[in-house]
């Protein structure tokens, strides 16, 4: 198992931005799909984006395409997912995961497929 530890969560206006940073505890296989997910009150775990780092292959939810933007820093083993277009409906509770999927295949976007996650952070859009 590897641990893994957000930040950057926060509380911004409608159009604002944030960056999440997810930590991981040590080097994760960059065959597996890492990814974020979110979970909004009475609503199901959400998967956001998601990738493979050995592959440089990147992808996202249909929701969130052209507004959120993964990249790595695997000197610090990081993970940041950036956020532009802030709106009330990406409101929630954002977590990181690992040793998802190999190469992302299959249900790369499903919170089963993940057996390593972070504690999560908090992520508030209001005006």
């Known amino acids: 198992q590897v641990e893994l530890s957000e930040s950057g969560g926060g509380s911004v206006q409608p159009g604002g931005s944030l960056r999440l940073s997810c930590v991981a505890s040590?080097?994760?296989?960059?065959?597996?799909?890492m990814a974020w997910f979110r979970q909004a009150p009475n609503k199901e775990r959400e998967g956001v984006a998601a990738v493979y780092t050995d592959g440089n292959v990147w992808y996202y939810a249909p929701t969130v395409k052209g507004r959120f933007t993964l990249s790595q820093d695997n000197a610090k083993k990081t993970l940041y997912l950036q956020m532009n277009g802030l709106t009330p409906d990406d409101y929630g509770m954002y977590y990181c995961?690992?040793?998802?999927?190999?190469?992302?295949?299959?249900?790369?976007?499903?919170?089963?497929?993940?057996?390593?996650w972070g504690q999560g952070t908090q992520v508030t859009v209001s005006s």
């Open positions: 995961a690992a040793q998802g999927p190999l190469f992302c295949s299959g249900d790369y976007l499903k919170s089963s497929a993940y057996s390593s």
């Open positions: 040590r080097d994760t296989s960059s065959r597996r799909c």
